[in-house]
């Protein structure tokens, strides 16, 4: 697959941001979003990218904060996707065929075609979550998450943090608990990729936020469950049937409302786009083709 490097530039708070974009395959266009994680870029996506290149324009792109690039500082909060999430439907990628999303940045594609039908075309939502991983593990938000937040926001002390918590072993334990079906995907070269994402400076801060839940799009599963009430555009639901139970369950509500197409796949967890991407290209092109023809 040949792939164009682009880049695009925004401005938030004050900073300039460059933010790395990648562009494949020709016919209706369809935009890549990656998860908001620790280790994520557009990279993530490649895989499925190759494979619905065959049939659309693919454009894959970096979350601001996440991915390879240095990130000055910013303070990171679920308004400022949202503002750069609306940045992209109507300057970068305007008027889409259909957005895919994996992971919170479903959660964000979401809330935005609640209010603004049609702005995504068809929405394809890719393990979605809405809540960290801390207030994921203990069962809902803290006050005291935030202040965690903020520590990591420190010269010296937060470096350190970030390091004692985000490390090839912390990324190995994840990616075989949660991420990732089977324990040898994570080679020596899928791995030392990934580490490198974590060593961009500047990445902690959104990371950091991410994790403790202070980039939640939601505040509680009936806001999202209220906003994909409102959405019109056509919706696909995927997810694999071994995805952590709590995440799961999220999944599952989500699968209950009207309206919501959902495949479960038999292979998989979080990142199952990313590890077994023939399965999932096989039913976001099926999505996408149908939807095309009603």
Not at 16 to 36: F, K, S
Not at 226 to 232: C, L, M, N, T
Not at 269 to 280: A, G, H, I, Q, R
């Amino acid at each position: 697959m040949m792939r164009a490097h682009e880049e695009i530039e925004w401005h938030c708070d004050g900073v300039v941001l460059r933010i790395d974009l990648n562009r494949a395959g020709a016919g209706p266009i369809v935009l890549l979003l990656p998860a908001l994680s620790s280790i994520s870029t557009l990279s993530e996506m490649q895989p499925l990218q190759g494979r619905l290149a065959q049939s659309f324009t693919t454009i894959a792109i970096d979350w601001p904060g996440f991915g390879y690039r240095s990130t000055p500082y910013v303070n990171w909060r679920p308004q400022t996707y949202e503002i750069f999430l609306a940045h992209l439907l109507t300057h970068a990628v305007p008027n889409p065929f259909a957005t895919v999303a994996a992971g919170h940045a479903a959660s964000y594609v979401m809330k935005h075609a609640a209010r603004h039908a049609g702005a995504a075309g068809r929405l394809v939502l890719l393990s979605p979550t809405w809540r960290g991983p801390l207030p994921t593990m203990a069962g809902g938000n803290r006050p005291h998450f935030s202040k965690i937040a903020r520590a990591f926001d420190l010269p010296i002390i937060g470096p350190l943090l970030y390091r004692l918590n985000v490390n090839r072993f912390m990324i190995g334990m994840m990616g075989r608990g949660h991420v990732y079906e089977d324990s040898t995907w994570l080679t020596e070269d899928r791995m030392g990729a990934k580490v490198m994402v974590t060593r961009a400076p500047g990445t902690r801060h959104a990371s950091a936020r991410f994790v403790t839940g202070c980039l939640d799009p939601f505040r509680s599963r009936e806001d999202q469950l209220a906003a994909v009430r409102r959405i019109v555009d056509p919706m696909l639901n995927v997810f694999a049937e071994n995805t952590p139970p709590k995440s799961k369950a999220e999944m599952e509500a989500l699968a209950e409302l009207p309206g919501v197409k959902t495949v479960r796949l038999p292979v998989g967890k979080l990142s199952v786009y990313e590890e077994f991407p023939d399965e999932v290209a096989n039913v976001v092109r099926e999505f996408l083709m149908l939807s095309a023809a009603d």
